[in-house]
């Protein structure tokens, strides 16, 4: 049920909150390992024409609009992967630093209203950088999302319920990998205990 609540919930997104934000266009059948030098140029950059803005947000998708004086049919975008990098600052950690995303999106719909066009956006990947090169890998994201942009979504919305002060409850991703961790070094250490015994 949360879940479901997660993936419809939408965060209206102020642009105060976009400190970057840049758009690119590429076929779904060619995402994959993309190396920064076959990216180019993006279709669209924050503040310069079309003007492209976030105007909101879920764990699974947003609403990408541009300046353009004509609708640019739904149709036009058939294999075609939206890549959308933003940086958003964190209203809830102001002392955080921001958070950096690199996403790919499948187009839902495009509508067309005063003088801007509005596609809906469906999250299907994931930017991962490389750590050996400059190239971005990017995972299928359809089945769990991406944790940072739905614990962003999630703090938004305790904010909009006046609930931004209440301590955290349950088990957040980042201390769930320290437990696993720790699990794992106990694990290896008794393993290395038996070994030496064996010896």
Known sequence: MMDDYRSTFRVEVDESYVLELAVWLRRSSAMGHLHLSDLGDPKMIQGRPPLPRIDDISSNGMCLSFRSEQPVPTEK??????LVYFKLVDPMDVMGEPLS??????????????ARDYLGLRLHWDGVPDQN????????????????LTKWCDDMN???????????????LERLMRELEIIRAARLAKEAKAAQRKA
Do not use: M, N, W
């Open 158 to 172: 305790r904010k909009a319920l006046g609930q931004h002060h209440r301590p955290p409850s349950g088990l957040r």
């Open 133 to 148: 090169e400059k190239a971005v890998s990017f995972a299928d994201a359809t089945k769990y999302g991406i944790a940072d």
């Open 101 to 114: 995303f690199f996403t790919g999106y499948d187009v839902q719909f495009s509508q067309h209203h005063g």
């Open 77 to 82: 975008f058939l294999g075609v992967a939206v």
